[in-house]
């Protein structure tokens, strides 16, 4: 998809843009609704428009150090000093990712391969920021943004179970079956404080309150703790405290970890759905295993 694209790869090109995204909900076995914004962040993906950016530079690089006389080099040269488009859109690259000395200089001393590296390390910062913007700005993904500093794949995604998988995505995005994001949509729009957990009545059903504190899940929520403590004492390891126990519940912690949470949330989640008279469990088990 990106054949040639040092040359062409200004353009925003917004389908290909759509077709990244709708390939990363089906990975993460989300739904459609779930952000942009986080379906780059789980996986660590930039947008394809950074990426051709970054392969465009790279590509300048290797122009400005061709020897004089080559035919590229001089199409090259020759397109600098008219200011084409292609020079422009290459210079404004650089000063957007703070490299714009080596526009002026037209050298970087610097090996192919270093200057990769820097590249890659401005790209990921450039982008981190502007995703981070574009997050603030979404109330859905308030939660998510305090979590989540970088944009960076989740380790979690390499584990097996595909229910508890998705499940956690989804309550880690914000893009959950609990009360706190469904009373969010539709007619009903409830006011936060009144989208209560209608398992245990006691507190607003957020991510936090699933996977950490509500009473209808106590008994699996202390065995998925028992068999994580086991697993750690092994390794001589011990869990600090609630703070590192939310951390590992939300999916941060080693892939055995990891699996033992997923199991956690899945039962809890088809549990929910008995008490509760709801399909969520059940839809999502269709919708990943026919897809
Ligand atoms: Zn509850």
Redesign the pocket.
């Known amino acids: 998809m990106e054949y040639g694209c040092e040359l062409w790869g200004e353009k925003k090109w917004a389908e290909a843009e759509l077709i990244q995204r709708s390939m990363g909900k089906f990975i993460l076995g989300a739904p459609i609704s779930m952000t942009n914004e986080a379906v780059l962040g789980e996986l660590g993906w930039v947008p394809l428009v950074d990426r051709r950016l970054g392969l465009r530079l790279r590509y300048w690089h290797k122009l400005i150090n061709m020897r004089e006389g080559r035919l590229v080099k001089e199409a090259y040269e020759m397109e600098r000093e008219r200011n084409g488009k292609w020079a422009k859109v290459t210079k404004e690259g650089l000063y957007k990712l703070g490299l714009g000395e080596f526009w002026e200089s037209q050298r970087t001393r610097m090996s192919q391969e270093k200057w990769a590296e820097l590249l890659e390390g401005k790209l990921k910062g450039w982008c981190e920021l502007e995703w981070k913007k574009r997050m603030s700005m979404k109330p859905k993904l308030r939660r998510y943004a305090q979590r989540k500093e970088e944009l960076k794949y989740e380790r979690y995604l390499d584990c097996g179970h595909m229910m508890g998988r998705s499940l956690l995505t989804r309550l880690r995005t914000g893009s959950s079956w609990l009360r706190l994001e469904m009373g969010r949509r539709g007619r009903l729009r409830l006011e936060r404080v009144v989208r209560?957990?209608?398992?245990?009545?006691?507190?607003v059903?957020d991510g936090l309150?699933?996977l950490r504190?509500?009473?209808?899940?106590k008994d699996l929520r202390e065995e998925a703790e028992r068999e994580i403590r086991e697993e750690w004492s092994k390794r001589l390891l011990v869990v600090s405290g609630e703070r590192e126990w939310e951390s590992l519940f939300w999916g941060e912690g080693d892939q055995k970890t990891s699996d033992t949470v997923m199991r956690y949330i899945a039962r809890a989640a088809a549990r929910r759905d008995r008490v509760l008279g709801t399909k969520v469990y059940r839809e999502l088990k269709r919708r990943i295993f026919d897809s």
């Open positions: 209560t957990c209608e398992v245990c009545w006691l507190a059903e309150h699933f504190e509500c009473e209808g899940y």
